[in-house]
């Protein structure tokens, strides 16, 4: 198991900031594949950002310049810095490891982000 343990979750209003963080246990952390997927009630989970071991990034289009995704393999955290938040980005936030040697998924508890209007 890779304990995930997510923070920084909050109530902000619209057009504010966020910064989620992610720490994790575990020896391997450099070689995970780490993402934040949020889920809003009624709607599937989805993926927000992810970033691999070699820092390549990726972004879900409706954050794309807003929210930007870095990872510290020292500290064993990753983090997502969230601006210019909006409404629509109300759900719970979570965090996810991937081990691509073991194909072993591991996720956080998440952790609720409300945007007010």
């Known amino acids: 198991q890779v304990p995930l343990v997510e923070s920084g979750g909050g109530l902000v209003q619209s057009g504010g900031s966020l910064r989620l963080s992610c720490a994790a246990s575990?020896?391997?952390?450099?070689?995970?594949?780490m993402r934040w997927y949020r889920q809003s009630p009624g709607k599937q989970r989805e993926l927000v950002a992810g970033?691999?071991?070699?820092?390549?990034?990726n972004y879900a289009e409706s954050v794309k310049g807003r929210f930007i995704i870095s990872r510290d393999n020292a500290k064993n955290t990753v983090s997502l810095q969230m601006d210019s938040l909006k409404p629509e980005d109300t759900a719970v936030y979570y965090c996810?490891?991937?081990?691509?040697?073991?194909?072993?998924?591991?996720w956080g508890q998440g952790t609720q982000v409300t945007v007010s209007s």
């Open positions: 996810n490891a991937y081990d691509p040697r073991l194909s072993r998924t591991y």
């Open positions: 575990g020896s391997w952390f450099s070689r995970y594949i």
């Open positions: 970033i691999t071991s070699g820092d390549t990034t």
